[in-house]
């Protein structure tokens, strides 16, 4: 029997990024999801092969914008280990500072973005407002508002200035003030409460199943963190809780990534504060041993893994990157089924796909019925079918 | 009956067509601001919407393959008439002179009409997120219009006539309505944002979902026509709100010469529609959007209710005015 | 199982799988063989707790191609179960039925490398665009783009 597909992508203003999904619907509720996240391929891993260690750091950087500094970080802390590297105290400070200063603001931003989705654009300005003081700390310390260039191997390639901490440190307490505004805001606002609530839940046992990382799973009482799960940088040292939730729909998603903006803002300031002296790095040699390891990194989205592989040369000889969304799209597909198709980018966005970090996937189902578009007469006659009450007597 | 050429003047500059075509940019722009200022954004220059509304005046039509292009051409047309002859029945500065009974039953039908031509559009325009949208503008028609109707017709129960200037000077005999009917009045506003299609009612064209709904093929001069309905949607449902429930443009006591009670009116009635503007404009901002199956929930379980409570209140108090 | 693993605990039972190695202070590496892979997922998961799939990393060694399954559990010890298949026809069974997050990774390996997974739901091309050449898979070591070949976009458009 044929169902109506609404093809949702690759160009629509409900995504921000290119992907499509083919929504097999009955009525408003969908039957099956068909997704084809093939437009951003740029052959990043085969191009790392040919570039040696101070080249191949700035393309790990281009991997995505939001989540750039822990593609290079993930990498440059691989390669360190793998040269059995120590880089110096001030430099893992300093990348933890940038590291939870991004994950800030990919947090404040999908905040903004969740909201928009529901129609709630008063929430979205305001959040990304309070990012632009995020950003400003990022410019000033780096130069960009991504795309930091902060990793070499070896430690880090710039030095914070006293006046920049200063500054950082200045920025905070407005910050927090409105952070915590935004946390009262997601357990109260009616609105917010009413499209999130109930919407793509994912038990305990399905998110462990399907594989789920970050966020995500943290809502569903999963406390994986690979912060604490395989500790570095200076996340040992600063004083910070995984924060869990066990609502498993899209409202504990929000609540575990504003909980989490809390808890980065006390990374930053104990960071800030506690910067030790010191070099920001240490000569590294050019060509790596050969060698094995996966390096793993909490990323803003969840668990970022690189399996790097060397060879003796100054080049890897593969580097093969899962990140977080790639692990994170079965969840979505399996939650999907059933759901309402206005409830479609509140999921999708609630897992905070980052396509420019995913290589691309297609899911398909596992059924075989043909799907086709069906007329416009047929449509409205099968809804009031299915809908008696909203037929005018 | 009414001197032609008073009745020309009336109808074509004041307060007719010009002044409500100025009146509705007006609007429009003080919403937006309001909107942009809560927003903590600066928001647009007060000329905007008459901008907006040059502009697309200007650009291409594009016609989707298969389309019936008389309709298309057409349907905004009646829509933008529609409500325009609607706001010939509200009183502006006194009685409108076109008044007689039953007008209100009249600018209530004629209020529905866009909704109406937003479904045709999105059943015609070939395009599967405007089906959809066109289908949950008259899923919305129903769920809002019974109370809505409800809270508005209360008004005409106490005072005892189906003509909206002679409810206007009942009030300023008597109370206005917002004080006899809160309930009433309430529900009509709900009713009047889920009219206007606005936050947290503005399903049918949900951008993030259905790219813009039945709108989505309108372009050029028929979107602009389109929006400048809607903008006057916006005038006639606050003025009909600020007719029936806070008593028009009529003052509790009577002023002469009659030219000054008539400005004096006039800029009551100013004041009574931005009023209920800056409602509305709090309540989109406010807000985010709700699903049309939550809106059916809560439509029928509380607003209907409570508009049939209000209902029953007016009966009882009209019998006890009556026997009392 | 909670509490930290030791390679001792680990290497005795999985013996007859393969030869086991403490490669970091949380990682052990099993290296095992392709008709092996199924059961030792299970016999990880089962006695040790491993139930959560990192990633399937897949490697070109030049001689073979490698598959590196990573695993963790709630104890957080990481286990990485590698097998060597031959260049010619590289093939394996699917483990996305014990762990179906593996359906997604595989997929990608499969576009990208050629490997073949027995019994996986659905090995259609996902990673790269639809008018890709069949049998070219690029990240293999001795692939190179053939300037001839037609590798999908708009035709016509390169000068």
């Keep these: 029997m044929p169902e109506v597909v609404v093809s949702i992508g690759p160009h629509h203003p409900a995504l921000k990024e290119p992907v499509n999904f083919r929504v097999i619907a009955d ?62 105290p001030r430099a893992q400070y300093i990348r933890t500072i940038i590291a939870e200063l991004e994950r800030m603001h990919s947090h404040l931003l999908w905040l903004g973005v969740a909201a928009h989705l529901i129609g709630f654009n008063t929430l979205f300005m305001w959040t990304w407002r309070d990012r632009e003081a995020v950003q400003d700390t990022l410019e000033e310390m780096s130069g960009n508002r991504v795309h930091y260039g902060m990793n070499e191997v070896g430690g880090v390639r710039r030095d914070l200035t006293p006046e920049q901490l200063n500054a950082a440190l200045a920025r905070l307490p407005a910050l927090e003030e409105r952070v915590n505004k935004y946390v009262v805001m997601v357990n109260e606002e009616e609105t917010m409460l009413i499209r999130f609530r109930g919407v793509g839940r994912l038990s305990k046992e399905e998110a462990l199943r399907y594989g789920t990382v970050g966020p995500t799973a943290r809502a569903s009482g999963i406390d994986y ?23 498993g729909d899209v409202y504990g998603r929000t609540r575990v990534r504003v909980w989490e903006l809390q808890e980065s803002l006390r990374i930053v300031r104990f960071c800030l504060e506690n910067l030790p002296e010191g070099p920001i790095r240490v000569p590294a040699p050019k060509n790596a041993p050969k060698g094995e390891i996966l390096s793993r990194y909490e990323a803003p989205r969840g668990e970022l893994a690189h399996f790097i592989r060397t060879n003796g040369t100054d080049k890897v000889e593969r580097v093969d990157i899962r990140t977080p969304t790639l692990a994170n799209w079965t969840s979505v597909a399996m939650c999907l089924v059933n759901q309402n198709i206005a409830d479609i980018p509140v999921i999708v966005a609630a897992i905070d796909p980052c396509l420019s970090c995913t290589s691309r996937i297609t899911l398909l189902d596992n059924h075989t019925k043909k799907a086709g578009i069906i007329s416009f007469d047929e449509l409205v006659r099968r809804y009031r079918s299915r809908n008696p009450e909203d037929v005018q007597p | 009956m009414i001197d032609p050429l008073y009745g020309l003047l009336y109808i074509f500059i004041f307060p007719g067509f010009l002044f409500l075509f100025l009146y509705a940019l007006f609007l429009a722009f003080l919403d937006r601001r309001i909107a942009a200022r809560m927003q903590q954004r600066v928001g647009p220059p007060f000329f905007q919407p008459f901008a907006d509304f040059i502009k697309m005046l200007g650009k291409e039509v594009i016609d989707p393959a298969g389309v019936d292009r008389a309709i298309f051409d057409a349907a905004p047309l009646v829509a933008l008439a529609a409500v325009m002859t609607a706001f010939l029945y509200v009183p502006v500065t006194g009685n409108s002179p076109l008044a007689f009974q039953g007008d209100l039953v009249v600018v209530l039908y004629l209020l529905s009409l866009p909704t109406i031509v937003l479904f045709l559009l999105g059943w015609l325009s070939r395009n599967i997120f405007s089906a959809i949208g066109g289908i949950r503008a008259v899923t919305q028609l129903f769920i809002y219009e019974v109370p809505f109707f409800l809270a508005l017709l209360t008004p005409a129960l106490m005072a005892g006539t189906w003509s909206i200037s002679e409810i206007v000077v009942w009030q300023q005999k008597n109370l206005w309505f917002i004080f006899l009917q809160p309930i009433g009045f309430i529900v009509a506003l709900i009713g009047l944002q889920a009219k206007l299609e606005r936050t947290p009612f503005d399903i049918p064209e ?55 009670g008539g400005v004096i009116g006039f800029f009551l009635f100013l004041i009574k529609t931005l009023a209920v503007l800056l ?36 009966l009882v108090m009209n019998y006890l005015w009556v026997y009392a | 199982m909670t509490g930290p693993l030791t390679l001792d605990m680990v290497a005795g039972k999985m013996k007859e799988f393969g030869v086991s190695e403490q490669v970091r202070n949380n990682r052990i590496r099993i290296t095992t063989t392709p008709e092996k892979v199924h059961d030792t997922i299970r016999t990880v998961q089962a006695m040790f707790g491993f139930d959560r799939l990192i990633t399937i990393s897949a490697v070109d060694n030049t001689m073979t191609l490698e598959l590196v399954y990573h695993l963790t559990g709630p104890h957080r010890m990481v286990v990485s179960i590698a097998v060597g298949l031959p260049r010619e026809l590289p093939a394996i069974a699917t483990v996305s039925d014990i762990l179906p997050p593996a359906a997604i990774y595989e997929r990608q390996i499969h576009d990208l490398f050629g490997i073949m997974f027995r019994g996986h739901p659905g090995l259609a091309r996902i990673v790269l665009n639809e008018d890709w050449p069949d049998n070219e898979y690029p990240l293999r070591k001795d692939w190179k783009p053939n300037p001839d070949t037609f590798y999908g976009g708009i035709k016509g458009e390169r000068s």
């Excluded at chain 1, 799960?229 to 869990?244: C, E, G, I, M, Q």
């Excluded at chain 2, 003052?251 to 009659?258: D, E």
């Design chain 2, 206 to 260: 949900a951008e993030t979902e259905i790219v813009a709904g039945p709108w989505t093929e309108l372009t050029g001069r028929r979107l602009a026509i389109m929006d400048l309905t809607i903008d006057i949607s916006l005038v006639v449902g606050s003025a009909l709100v600020a007719a029936l429930f806070l008593g028009g443009p009529l003052i509790p006591w009577t002023v002469t010469p009659s030219w000054l």
């Design chain 1, 27 to 88: 009525g408003e509720k969908i039957v099956r999801l068909e997704l084809d996240l093939s437009y951003n391929h740029r052959g990043v891993e085969k191009a790392a092969e040919q570039r040696d260690f101070i080249r191949v750091l700035p393309l790990m950087e281009r991997v995505c914008g939001i989540c750039s500094h822990s593609h290079s970080t993930a990498f440059a802390k691989g390669i360190e280990e793998i040269m059995q590297l120590e880089i110096p």
């Design chain 2, 279 to 314: 409602v509305l404009s709090s309540i989109k901002v406010a807000t985010g959007r709700i699903r049309i199956d939550q809106l059916n929930d809560i439509g029928w379980k509380y607003i209907a209710s409570a508009s049939i409570v209000q209902v029953g209140i007016v």
């Design chain 1, 225 to 247: 963190d690979v912060r604490k799960d395989d500790p570095y940088l200076a996340y040992k040292d600063a004083p910070w809780n995984v924060v869990t939730d066990t609502h």
